[in-house]
Protein backbone atom coordinates (compact mmCIF):
# COMPACT_ATOMS: atom_id res chain seq x y z
CA UNK A 1 0.00 0.00 0.00
CA UNK A 2 1.23 3.67 -0.80
CA UNK A 3 1.49 6.37 1.86
CA UNK A 4 2.61 9.31 2.70
CA UNK A 5 3.15 10.91 5.83
CA UNK A 6 3.69 15.01 6.99
CA UNK A 7 4.92 14.89 10.62
CA UNK A 8 4.12 18.65 11.23
CA UNK A 9 0.76 19.64 11.02
CA UNK A 10 1.80 23.63 12.11
CA UNK A 11 5.09 25.10 11.43
CA UNK A 12 5.73 28.53 12.41
CA UNK A 13 8.37 30.50 10.95
CA UNK A 14 9.68 34.29 10.90
CA UNK A 15 9.95 36.18 8.09
CA UNK A 16 13.79 34.91 6.10
CA UNK A 17 14.03 32.25 7.85
CA UNK A 18 15.02 28.89 6.30
CA UNK A 19 11.54 26.40 5.73
CA UNK A 20 11.72 22.37 5.35
CA UNK A 21 8.29 20.48 5.01
CA UNK A 22 8.86 17.22 5.85
CA UNK A 23 7.47 14.37 3.58
CA UNK A 24 8.12 10.66 3.62
CA UNK A 25 6.64 7.89 1.67
CA UNK A 26 5.95 4.46 0.96
CA UNK A 27 5.71 2.72 -2.15
CA UNK A 28 6.97 -0.55 -3.44
CA UNK A 29 7.15 1.10 -6.84
CA UNK A 30 8.64 3.87 -9.06
CA UNK A 31 6.39 6.78 -7.79
CA UNK A 32 6.24 10.54 -8.86
CA UNK A 33 5.86 12.89 -6.18
CA UNK A 34 4.36 16.38 -6.01
CA UNK A 35 3.83 19.13 -3.46
CA UNK A 36 0.28 20.95 -3.70
CA UNK A 37 -0.60 23.96 -1.70
CA UNK A 38 -3.71 25.68 -0.51
CA UNK A 39 -3.78 29.35 -0.32
CA UNK A 40 -6.67 30.81 1.98
CA UNK A 41 -9.91 30.47 0.50
CA UNK A 42 -7.98 29.77 -3.06
CA UNK A 43 -8.26 26.11 -4.75
CA UNK A 44 -5.92 23.50 -3.87
CA UNK A 45 -2.78 23.65 -6.88
CA UNK A 46 0.46 22.54 -7.97
CA UNK A 47 3.34 23.91 -6.20
CA UNK A 48 6.17 21.38 -8.05
CA UNK A 49 6.89 17.80 -9.22
CA UNK A 50 9.85 16.05 -9.17
CA UNK A 51 10.14 14.78 -12.48
CA UNK A 52 10.41 18.62 -13.35
CA UNK A 53 13.40 19.50 -10.73
CA UNK A 54 12.33 22.93 -11.17
CA UNK A 55 12.13 25.66 -8.61
CA UNK A 56 8.43 27.50 -8.32
CA UNK A 57 8.65 30.53 -5.95
CA UNK A 58 11.69 29.43 -4.53
CA UNK A 59 10.87 26.51 -3.24
CA UNK A 60 12.71 22.97 -4.44
CA UNK A 61 12.14 19.58 -3.51
CA UNK A 62 14.88 16.76 -3.93
CA UNK A 63 13.51 12.95 -4.08
CA UNK A 64 15.61 10.85 -2.12
CA UNK A 65 14.90 7.30 -2.80
CA UNK A 66 16.88 5.77 -0.11
CA UNK A 67 15.29 7.51 2.43
CA UNK A 68 11.63 7.51 0.56
CA UNK A 69 11.37 11.32 1.56
CA UNK A 70 10.63 14.57 -1.01
CA UNK A 71 11.14 16.98 1.44
CA UNK A 72 10.14 20.76 0.66
CA UNK A 73 12.43 23.98 1.51
CA UNK A 74 13.20 27.18 0.59
CA UNK A 75 16.26 29.33 2.18
CA UNK A 76 13.84 32.43 3.52
CA UNK A 77 10.66 32.34 3.82
CA UNK A 78 7.81 35.04 2.47
CA UNK A 79 4.91 36.22 4.22
CA UNK A 80 3.16 34.95 1.10
CA UNK A 81 4.20 31.55 1.42
CA UNK A 82 1.52 30.86 4.49
CA UNK A 83 -0.79 28.30 3.69
CA UNK A 84 -1.53 24.66 3.70
CA UNK A 85 1.49 22.61 1.82
CA UNK A 86 0.24 18.98 0.58
CA UNK A 87 3.26 16.40 -0.25
CA UNK A 88 1.52 13.57 -2.69
CA UNK A 89 2.18 10.22 -4.22
CA UNK A 90 1.57 9.06 -7.86
CA UNK A 91 2.40 5.06 -8.80
CA UNK A 92 1.59 4.62 -12.41
CA UNK A 93 0.56 5.84 -15.13
CA UNK A 94 -2.96 6.76 -13.55
CA UNK A 95 -4.09 9.94 -12.11
CA UNK A 96 -4.23 8.30 -8.51
CA UNK A 97 -2.98 10.65 -5.85
CA UNK A 98 -2.25 9.51 -2.41
CA UNK A 99 -2.22 12.77 -0.35
CA UNK A 100 -0.21 13.66 2.96
CA UNK A 101 -2.49 14.85 6.01
CA UNK A 102 -0.60 18.49 4.96
CA UNK A 103 1.10 21.19 6.74
CA UNK A 104 0.26 24.32 7.43
CA UNK A 105 3.13 26.33 7.21
CA UNK A 106 2.72 30.07 8.83
CA UNK A 107 5.07 32.99 8.22
CA UNK A 108 4.81 35.93 10.67
CA UNK A 109 6.30 38.91 10.32
CA UNK B 1 -8.44 28.50 -20.62
CA UNK B 2 -10.84 28.30 -18.06
CA UNK B 3 -10.32 26.22 -14.94
CA UNK B 4 -12.17 23.19 -13.47
CA UNK B 5 -15.43 24.31 -12.38
CA UNK B 6 -17.87 22.27 -9.77
CA UNK B 7 -21.44 22.72 -8.75
CA UNK B 8 -23.07 23.60 -6.54
CA UNK B 9 -19.96 25.01 -4.68
CA UNK B 10 -22.44 24.49 -1.07
CA UNK B 11 -24.80 21.71 -0.83
CA UNK B 12 -27.29 20.41 2.57
CA UNK B 13 -28.96 17.40 2.53
CA UNK B 14 -30.56 15.20 5.54
CA UNK B 15 -29.49 11.78 6.26
CA UNK B 16 -31.09 9.13 3.69
CA UNK B 17 -31.09 11.47 1.07
CA UNK B 18 -29.31 11.10 -2.29
CA UNK B 19 -26.93 13.69 -3.76
CA UNK B 20 -25.49 14.48 -7.46
CA UNK B 21 -22.51 16.67 -7.62
CA UNK B 22 -21.07 17.93 -11.39
CA UNK B 23 -17.64 18.49 -12.18
CA UNK B 24 -16.34 20.36 -15.71
CA UNK B 25 -12.83 19.55 -16.45
CA UNK B 26 -10.23 21.70 -18.35
CA UNK B 27 -10.96 21.81 -22.03
CA UNK B 28 -8.96 19.20 -23.41
CA UNK B 29 -8.77 16.93 -20.27
CA UNK B 30 -9.86 13.72 -20.63
CA UNK B 31 -9.37 12.48 -17.20
CA UNK B 32 -11.17 13.53 -14.29
CA UNK B 33 -10.17 12.56 -10.82
CA UNK B 34 -12.49 13.04 -7.38
CA UNK B 35 -11.32 13.16 -3.69
CA UNK B 36 -13.22 14.10 -0.58
CA UNK B 37 -11.60 15.87 2.08
CA UNK B 38 -12.60 15.93 5.48
CA UNK B 39 -10.43 17.23 8.53
CA UNK B 40 -10.09 13.56 9.96
CA UNK B 41 -8.71 11.71 6.89
CA UNK B 42 -7.87 14.63 4.53
CA UNK B 43 -7.83 14.12 1.13
CA UNK B 44 -8.97 10.49 -0.32
CA UNK B 45 -8.89 9.62 -3.27
CA UNK B 46 -12.86 8.62 -4.41
CA UNK B 47 -12.02 7.48 -8.11
CA UNK B 48 -10.67 8.27 -11.87
CA UNK B 49 -12.44 8.22 -14.86
CA UNK B 50 -10.77 8.12 -18.30
CA UNK B 51 -13.25 8.60 -21.62
CA UNK B 52 -15.75 7.40 -19.73
CA UNK B 53 -14.49 4.42 -17.88
CA UNK B 54 -13.94 4.50 -14.50
CA UNK B 55 -10.21 3.33 -14.68
CA UNK B 56 -9.49 3.45 -10.72
CA UNK B 57 -11.32 3.37 -7.30
CA UNK B 58 -10.65 4.57 -3.83
CA UNK B 59 -11.78 2.42 -0.82
CA UNK B 60 -15.25 3.85 -0.23
CA UNK B 61 -18.47 2.36 0.18
CA UNK B 62 -20.61 1.43 -3.27
CA UNK B 63 -23.13 3.98 -2.33
CA UNK B 64 -20.40 6.79 -3.65
CA UNK B 65 -20.40 6.13 -7.71
CA UNK B 66 -19.50 8.20 -10.78
CA UNK B 67 -19.38 8.55 -14.29
CA UNK B 68 -18.10 10.77 -17.10
CA UNK B 69 -19.76 12.08 -20.30
CA UNK B 70 -18.54 11.89 -23.64
CA UNK B 71 -17.73 15.86 -23.21
CA UNK B 72 -15.62 14.24 -19.95
CA UNK B 73 -17.95 16.06 -17.81
CA UNK B 74 -17.94 13.87 -14.90
CA UNK B 75 -20.68 13.76 -11.92
CA UNK B 76 -20.80 11.74 -8.79
CA UNK B 77 -23.30 10.25 -6.95
CA UNK B 78 -23.66 9.52 -2.94
CA UNK B 79 -27.05 7.23 -2.55
CA UNK B 80 -28.24 7.19 1.23
CA UNK B 81 -26.40 9.66 2.61
CA UNK B 82 -24.88 9.65 6.38
CA UNK B 83 -23.95 12.27 8.82
CA UNK B 84 -19.99 11.13 8.27
CA UNK B 85 -20.39 11.61 4.46
CA UNK B 86 -20.08 15.40 5.48
CA UNK B 87 -17.51 17.04 3.48
CA UNK B 88 -15.79 18.64 0.47
CA UNK B 89 -15.38 16.83 -2.88
CA UNK B 90 -12.62 17.88 -4.76
CA UNK B 91 -12.47 17.29 -8.74
CA UNK B 92 -9.46 17.57 -10.62
CA UNK B 93 -8.53 17.11 -14.09
CA UNK B 94 -5.74 15.71 -16.55
CA UNK B 95 -4.79 15.85 -19.95
CA UNK B 96 -4.21 11.60 -19.88
CA UNK B 97 -4.11 10.71 -16.40
CA UNK B 98 -0.46 10.53 -14.88
CA UNK B 99 0.42 14.13 -15.50
CA UNK B 100 -0.09 17.09 -13.56
CA UNK B 101 -3.74 17.16 -11.87
CA UNK B 102 -5.70 20.93 -11.74
CA UNK B 103 -8.28 21.21 -8.85
CA UNK B 104 -11.54 22.87 -8.99
CA UNK B 105 -12.97 24.55 -5.80
CA UNK B 106 -14.83 22.10 -4.32
CA UNK B 107 -18.43 21.63 -3.54
CA UNK B 108 -19.11 21.81 0.44
CA UNK B 109 -21.85 19.10 1.59
CA UNK B 110 -22.99 18.76 4.79
CA UNK B 111 -25.39 16.41 6.16
CA UNK B 112 -27.35 17.06 8.31
Known amino acids: AQRVTQPEKLLSVFKGAPVELKCNYSYSGSPELFWYVQYSRQRLQLLLR??SRESIKGFTADLNKGETSFHLKKPFAQEEDSAMYYC???????????FGKGTMLLVSP | KAGVTQTPRYLIKTRGQQVTLSCSPISGHRSVSWYQQTPGQGLQFLFEYFSETQRNKGNFPGRFSGRQFSNSRSEMNVSTLELGDSALYLCASSLEGGDTQYFGPGTRLTVL
Open chain 1, 50 to 51: HI
Open chain 1, 88 to 98: ALSGGGYSTLT
